[in-house]
C-alpha cells in the first residue's frame, strides 16, 4: 500500500463543537464562582484547617501539572526518540501539555489566600524554595512548549523541530522533579521527606499524562469523524502499561521503605492498615482500580483491539493518579505530626490527633473548573489552528502495518 | 480558521474590551471629600503636595524599612497616619471602619477607585482604649519627626539646660 | 536656634535618660540571674536596623511554670488578638502557641509545655517561601512579612512545630502593633514590637519566674549563663534546627 500524506486540518464547525463548549463554559462559570465565593469569604468556606492546609484544590491542580509533563511525551517518543508512528500526534501532544499546565496553574494560584499578589510571587523570588523554582519551571515548560508547536507547524523554523523537542523533554523532567519536591523537601513530615518523590511523580506523570492523551484522542477522533486506527492505539495501549507498572514499583519502593524504618513506620500503618477514608483510597482506588483493573482490561486477550477496554483502561488510570495524589497530600497531612517521638501529646489545637477532612463544594467547583478550562483550552485549539491529523488510520500511521 | 466561529469570538472580545474602557472616568476635586484631610493639612509630616502624590512611596518604604530591619521611626508609620487623621468613631458613635465614606483614607480612595489592602491586616481606626490616640502633631507627647532619633547633631550642656530645665518632672 | 530644634533635643535627652533608666531596671536580673529573673532588653534607637550581633532567644523552665503555660499562651492571645475568628471552625482559628500535654508512652512520665514558633536559625519555613515572606529578621526573629504573604501555606507544611496559622477570614480591629489579616499566614514574632520598644515579650512578662528572656549571642546575658547551668533543651532537636526557643525540664 502506497503512503499517505499527513494532513493536518482544524475541526469542523458543528453543533456538537458549540454544546461541548457550553457543557465546559458552565463547569468554568462554576469554578470562578467557587473563587469568588472563597475570595470574598475567605477559606473559612472550604474544608481546609490549619491542620490540613493543602485540600481538595491541591490535589487537582498537582494532578492537572503532573499530566501537563506527561502529556508532553507522546510528541518527545516521537521527536527525541525518533518514533515515526507518534510524530503526527505531537501538535496534540504538546497544546494539550501546555492546556493542562494552565488548568492547574489556575486551581493552583485562585486557591491561594491572596491571589490578587500573584505578581509577587512572578517577581520576587526566594531561590532557596523549591516552589519558586517551580513558578520558573512552569513559566519556562509553556513558553518551550509553544516554542515546540511552531516548529512542528512553520516549516520555515523546522530545523529546530529536534531542538525544540529535545528541550521541552529535558525541562519537562526537571519540571515533574520539581513537582515531585515540594514534598520531598519537607523535613518536617515523615510521609513525604524523600528523594524518591521525584522520581515517583515523574513517573506517575507519564502514566496520567498517556491516559489523558488516549482519552482525548479518542473523543477528538470520533466526535470530529475522523479515523483512527487500532496500531496508533495499540502502541499507546501497551506504553501505559509499562507506565503503570512503573507507578507500582516506585510506590511499593516508597511504602517499604517507609514501613522499614522506625521513624516513618507510624504514618506508614497508618495509610496502609488503619487509615480509614486513606487506607481505602490507597488499595481499593490507587491499586486495585487505578492500577490493576488497567493492567487486566490492557493485557486481557479477549480484549485485544477492544477500544472501550483501552479507554476505561485510560480513565482508570486517571482515577487511581487522583486517589494516589489525595491519599499523599490529604492523608500525609492527616496524620499528625511528631513533636515527641514515643510520646503521647494533646492540646486545644489538635496535636496527637487525626486530622478530619471534609472537601467542600466550593473545592470541588474550582478543581472541576480548572479540568474544564483545560479541556476548554484544547477545544478551541483543535477549532482554530491546525493541531490535529485528518486521519490516523492504519493505512496513514503506519503503512508497513499490514 | 472557520468564519463563524471567529467572527463571534471577536465580538464578544471587542463588546468586553467597550465595557471596560467605558468603566474608566477621571474624577475631578469637586468628587473627593477632602475636608477631613485638609483640616490637618499643615501640621502634616510632610507638605501636601508630597503627601498626595508620594503618600503611597512613603509608606511602602516605611513598611519594608520596619519589616525587615526593625526601624520603628514615626514620621512615615502608617500607624501615625491613623492615630492623626481616623477618628475611632463615627458622628453617630459606631465603629469608623476603613470603606465608610468618612474614613480619611476612604475619602479619596473610593473616589478615585483605587483599591488598596493595607486593611486587610492593619488596623483602621485608633485603639480605643488610649484616650490620647489623637495627639497634636509635633508635641512632646508625638510621635513625629525625630523623637528617639540618634542620628541629630548633639545638643551642648547649655542647650541641654535649657531644654530640660522645664521638664525635669516629666522625664523618666 | 528656633523651636523646633529646641524641641528635637528635648526629645534626644529624654529618650538617652528614658535608655539609661532601662539599663538601669535591668541591672539587677544581671545581678540575681539565678532567681529566675525574666531577663532584659536593651532599647534600640529607632531608626537603627537590626543587626544580626544579637539573637534574640529564650528559655522555658518547664518545671517552673504551675499551668503548663497557659498564662503565657493567654497573655500571647489578648497581645495579638488571634484566636477569635468568629466564622472559622475550630480547626480553622488562628493558635500562635498552645499547651502541649506529653505523656512518654512507656514510663507514663507526663509535663506540659507551651510550643510556639521556635525562632530556628535554620527554619524551613524560611526555606520553602516562594516569596521571600517567611523570613529571619537578623537578630534570629522568624516572622511573616504579610506585605508579599501570597497564602500558599507552603510554610505551614514545612514547619515541624504546627507553629504557623492561616487567617481563613476577614478580620476587622486588629491590635495596631500586631497586624493580622485574611489570606495570610501568620505565627508568633516574638512580640517584634516590643523587643524593638526595649519590652519583653507578653508571654515571658506573665511567666517572669519560668521563663528567661535575653540574648543567645552573649555569653554573659541572664539566658545565656541559665541555659549554661541547666541545660536548654529543643523540641525535635533531631531536626538540626537550632531554635532560638529552648526548655528545661522536658
Known amino acids: 500500500m502506497a503512503s499517505q500524506a499527513i494532513i493536518f486540518r482544524e475541526t469542523k464547525d458543528s453543533k456538537g463543537f458549540y454544546i461541548l463548549l457550553a457543557v465546559l463554559g458552565a463547569f468554568l462559570a462554576l469554578g470562578a464562582l467557587a473563587f469568588f465565593h472563597a475570595e470574598h469569604h475567605g477559606h473559612h468556606v472550604t474544608g481546609m484547617t490549619n491542620q490540613v492546609v493543602w485540600g481538595l484544590p491541591h490535589v487537582f491542580a498537582i494532578g492537572l501539572i503532573v499530566a501537563a509533563s506527561g502529556a508532553l511525551n507522546v510528541g518527545s517518543i516521537g521527536t527525541v526518540f525518533g518514533k515515526k508512528i507518534y510524530q503526527p500526534m505531537g501538535r496534540l501532544s504538546a497544546l494539550l501539555a501546555i492546556s493542562l499546565l494552565v488548568g492547574g496553574l489556575i486551581v493552583l494560584v485562585l486557591d491561594l489566600g491572596h491571589p490578587d499578589r500573584l505578581i509577587v510571587a512572578m517577581t520576587t523570588y526566594n531561590f532557596k524554595s523549591i516552589f519558586a ?10 513558553a518551550l512548549s509553544a516554542v515546540y ?47 524518591v518523590m521525584a522520581p515517583l511523580f515523574i513517573v506517575m506523570s507519564f502514566a496520567m499524562g498517556l491516559a489523558v492523551f488516549i482519552l482525548v484522542l479518542h473523543f477528538a477522533y470520533t466526535w470530529t469523524g475522523r479515523p483512527l486506527g487500532d496500531v496508533v492505539m495499540n502502541r499507546l495501549r501497551y506504553l501505559l502499561a509499562v507506565f503503570i507498572g512503573g507507578v507500582l514499583l516506585l510506590e511499593g519502593a516508597r511504602h517499604f521503605t517507609g514501613l522499614y524504618i522506625a521513624q516513618k513506620a507510624g504514618v506508614e500503618n497508618f495509610i496502609l492498615f488503619d487509615g480509614g477514608i486513606y487506607t481505602q483510597l490507597f488499595w481499593v482506588g490507587q491499586i486495585m482500580l487505578g492500577s490493576l483493573l488497567p493492567l487486566s482490561l490492557i493485557f486481557c486477550r479477549k480484549l485485544a483491539n477492544n477500544r472501550v477496554a483501552l479507554l476505561l483502561a485510560a480513565l482508570f488510570t486517571i482515577v487511581g493518579g487522583f486517589a494516589q495524589l489525595y491519599v499523599i497530600l490529604i492523608g500525609g497531612q492527616a496524620y499528625p505530626l511528631v513533636l515527641f517521638p514515643g510520646a503521647e501529646v494533646s492540646s486545644d489545637f489538635f496535636d496527637g490527633v487525626i486530622n478530619a477532612y471534609e472537601p467542600s463544594i466550593w473545592e470541588l467547583m474550582l478543581g472541576l473548573g480548572g479540568v474544564a478550562l483545560t479541556l476548554f483550552m484544547v477545544t478551541i485549539g483543535v477549532k482554530v489552528l491546525r493541531f490535529l491529523p485528518d486521519s490516523l488510520s492504519d493505512a496513514v500511521a503506519d503503512p508497513h502495518s499490514k | 480558521m472557520t468564519s463563524k466561529f ?53 509608606l511602602m518604604h516605611q513598611r519594608d524599612a520596619t519589616m525587615i530591619e526593625g526601624i520603628r521611626t514615626k514620621q512615615h508609620s502608617l500607624k501615625e497616619c491613623i492615630n492623626c487623621h481616623v477618628s475611632t468613631t463615627k458622628q453617630d458613635g459606631t465603629p469608623l471602619h476603613y470603606g465608610d465614606k468618612e474614613h480619611f483614607c476612604t475619602t479619596c480612595h473610593a473616589a478615585v477607585g483605587q483599591k488598596i489592602d493595607c486593611f486587610q491586616c492593619h488596623a483602621d481606626r485608633p485603639q480605643t482604649d488610649d484616650p490620647n490616640y489623637q495627639h497634636t502633631v509635633g508635641s512632646t507627647a508625638g510621635h513625629h519627626f525625630t523623637q528617639g532619633v540618634t542620628a541629630a547633631a548633639a545638643p551642648t550642656a547649655a542647650e541641654v539646660q535649657m531644654v530640660t530645665q522645664p521638664q525635669q518632672g516629666a522625664a523618666k | 536656634m528656633n523651636q523646633n530644634r529646641v524641641d528635637e533635643y528635648r526629645r534626644n535627652f529624654m529618650t538617652t535618660l528614658g535608655g539609661v533608666a532601662a539599663v538601669a531596671a535591668v541591672v539587677p536580673s544581671f545581678v540575681l540571674q539565678t532567681a529566675h529573673a525574666a531577663g532584659e532588653v536593651a532599647a534600640k534607637p529607632v531608626d537603627q536596623a537590626v543587626t544580626n550581633a544579637k539573637r534574640w532567644g529564650m528559655l522555658i523552665d518547664v518545671t517552673k511554670l504551675t499551668d503548663g503555660g497557659a498564662g503565657m499562651v493567654a497573655a500571647c492571645k489578648k497581645e495579638h488578638g488571634w484566636g477569635d475568628e468568629a466564622h472559622s471552625a475550630d480547626t480553622q482559628k488562628a493558635h500562635w502557641a498552645r499547651v502541649v500535654k506529653v505523656t512518654d508512652k512507656l514510663t507514663q512520665n507526663s509535663f506540659s509545655l507551651p510550643v510556639m514558633c521556635q525562632h530556628c536559625e535554620n527554619p524551613p519555613c524560611v526555606d520553602v517561601c516562594p516569596t521571600g515572606a517567611s523570613m529571619k529578621r537578623a537578630d534570629g526573629i522568624v516572622q511573616v512579612n504579610k506585605h508579599i504573604c501570597i497564602g500558599c501555606r507552603y510554610c505551614m507544611m514545612a514547619c515541624p512545630y504546627k507553629a504557623r496559622s492561616f487567617v481563613h477570614e476577614a478580620l476587622q480591629d486588629q491590635k495596631p502593633h500586631s497586624p493580622r489579616g485574611m489570606g495570610t499566614v501568620e505565627s508568633c514574632n516574638m512580640c517584634v514590637h516590643r523587643i524593638d520598644a526595649g519590652k519583653l515579650p507578653a508571654c515571658v512578662e506573665a511567666a517572669p519566674d519560668a521563663v528567661i528572656f535575653g540574648d543567645l549571642n552573649d555569653p554573659n546575658s541572664a539566658v545565656s549563663q541559665a541555659m549554661k547551668t541547666i541545660g536548654g533543651k529543643q523540641i525535635r532537636a533531631d531536626l538540626g534546627l537550632n531554635t532560638g526557643v529552648r526548655y528545661h525540664g522536658i
Open chain 1, 149 to 195: 508547536i511552531w516548529t512542528m507547524m512553520d516549516r520555515k523554523v523546522k530545523k529546530f523541530y529536534k531542538l525544540a523537542g529535545v528541550a521541552a523533554f529535558t525541562w519537562r523532567l526537571i519540571l515533574t522533579t520539581g513537582t515531585g519536591s515540594i514534598f520531598g523537601f519537607l523535613v518536617a513530615r515523615d510521609f513525604y521527606n524523600s528523594a
Open chain 2, 6 to 58: 471567529s467572527s463571534v469570538f471577536l465580538a464578544a472580545t471587542l463588546a468586553f474590551a467597550t465595557l471596560l474602557a467605558g468603566c474608566s472616568k477621571a474624577p475631578t476635586e469637586a468628587d473627593l471629600n477632602l475636608a477631613t484631610a485638609k483640616a490637618k493639612a499643615d501640621q502634616c509630616v510632610e507638605p501636601e503636595s508630597v503627601i498626595r502624590t508620594k503618600h503611597m512611596d512613603l
Open chain 1, 133 to 142: 523554582w517551580n513558578i520558573i519551571l512552569y513559566n519556562g515548560f509553556l
